[in-house]
C-alpha cells in the first residue's frame, strides 16, 4: 500500500494529527479524513502494559507494533513518537532508531525527557541541552537515505529553556521543532519570535470551557502541524458506554444496533457492519478468495484433516 510522504502533506498546508497507537485507531483516524497521525508511546504503553506510563515501553515493543500498523493497516504518514530514543546510551541509539525507521515510520518524534521518564511519571527529568542536540543528530543519522523526517520537542518548563533547546536542535537538524510547556495564543506568539523555522503544536488544550489558541491562530504563526489527543480517551469511553449498557440490559442490542450516530449508514440507511469500515477487508478478501479452493491440491490439502 502506497503511503504519501510526511513532506507531501504538510506541503498541503496545516495539519491535524490525532493520537493512535493501534490499527484500529489508525483506521479511525483515516475515516475522520486526517491526513497523518501521531503514533502516541503513551497510548501504547497503556494498550500493551495496561499500567500507568512511566517509561515502561521498550523499542521492541515499538517496532513490532508500527511494522504491523504500516505493513497491513494503513494509508497515512505516522509520525511515531519515540521520546528519548528508548535509551540515553548514545551508543545504541542509531540502531534502535534505525529499526523504528525500517518499520516504516514517516517521522521521528524525539523529546529531551530522560529515559525512564513517561507521560505519567510523577517527576520529570530532562537530559542536558548538548545530549539532546546530539540525540537529534543521531536520529538524522539513522532516517539518512529515507524520507522519515525528525521532529524535536523540548519538555522544558521554562519558555526561555525550552526556546534555547529547539534552536539548538534545528542546528543539529530537526525538521520541526516544538514545545510542551506552549498551551496558551501567547504561548504560541512568544515561542514563535523565539525560534525560526517550522515548528509544531505539541497539543490543543482547553480552559474555562474555551481552547487556549485555536488552530487558525496557529497557522497564522508557522505552526503548520497541530497534534490533538482525544482517541484513547475517545476510545475508553465506547468501551465502557457499551459495557455498561449492555451488562444493564443483559444483552448486546445497544453495541449491535449502535450506528455511530450515522457513521455506520450507507448511503440507503442500511446499517453497516463496522469491521468493513475499519479494516481493510478489500485488500485480503479476493486473496482469500483467489485461494481457498484447494481442490487442484489434490489429497495434499487435506493429509492434516481427521
Not at 202 to 220: F, I, K, S, W, Y
Request: charged share 25%; hydrophobic share 45%.
Amino acid at each position: 500500500m502506497s503511503i504519501a510522504t510526511l513532506q507531501s502533506v504538510l506541503a498541503q498546508g496545516q495539519q491535524f494529527a490525532p493520537d493512535t497507537w493501534d490499527g484500529i485507531s489508525t483506521r479511525a483516524a483515516e475515516k475522520m479524513g486526517c491526513k497523518l497521525a501521531r503514533f502516541s508511546a503513551r497510548a501504547l504503553a497503556h494498550a500493551v502494559r495496561g499500567i500507568p506510563d512511566e517509561g515502561v515501553l521498550g523499542v521492541a515493543e515499538m517496532v513490532w507494533m508500527v511494522s504491523r500498523v504500516v505493513e497491513d493497516n494503513c494509508s497515512i504518514p505516522l509520525i511515531i513518537d519515540v521520546r528519548s530514543g528508548f535509551s540515553d546510551n548514545l551508543r545504541i541509539l542509531p540502531y534502535d532508531l534505525e529499526r523504528i525507521v525500517k518499520a516504516g515510520a514517516a517521522a521521528l518524534l524525539l523529546d529531551d525527557r530522560a529515559y525512564g521518564c513517561g507521560s505519567d511519571s510523577p517527576e520529570l527529568t530532562l537530559v542536558s541541552r548538548e545530549a539532546f542536540a546530539q540525540k537529534v543528530a543521531i536520529a538524522k543519522r539513522a532516517a539518512e537515505n529515507t524520507s522519515c523526517m525528525i521532529l524535536a520537542r523540548s519538555f522544558a518548563p521554562e519558555a526561555e529553556e525550552a526556546a534555547a533547546r529547539c534552536r539548538l536542535v534545528l542546528q543539529a537538524g530537526a525538521d520541526l521543532v516544538g514545545a510542551a510547556y506552549a498551551h496558551t495564543e501567547g504561548d504560541a506568539e512568544t515561542l514563535a519570535a523565539a525560534v525560526p523555522g517550522p515548528k509544531f503544536w505539541n497539543d490543543l488544550t482547553v480552559a474555562n470551557g474555551q481552547p487556549e489558541v485555536t488552530a487558525e491562530r496557529l497557522g497564522e504563526l508557522g505552526y503548520g502541524l497541530v497534534f490533538m489527543t482525544f482517541l484513547e480517551k475517545a476510545a475508553w469511553f465506547g468501551d465502557m458506554d457499551f459495557g455498561i449498557r449492555n451488562y444493564q440490559n443483559g444483552n448486546t442490542m445497544y453495541a449491535d444496533l449502535h450506528d455511530f450516530d450515522g457513521l455506520l449508514r450507507d448511503k440507503d440507511g442500511k446499517l453497516v457492519d463496522y469491521h468493513v469500515i475499519f479494516s481493510y477487508w478489500k485488500k485480503w478478501m479476493p486473496m482469500e478468495k483467489e485461494f481457498q479452493d484447494l481442490s487442484q491440491l489434490g489429497e495434499r490439502a487435506y493429509q492434516f484433516r481427521q
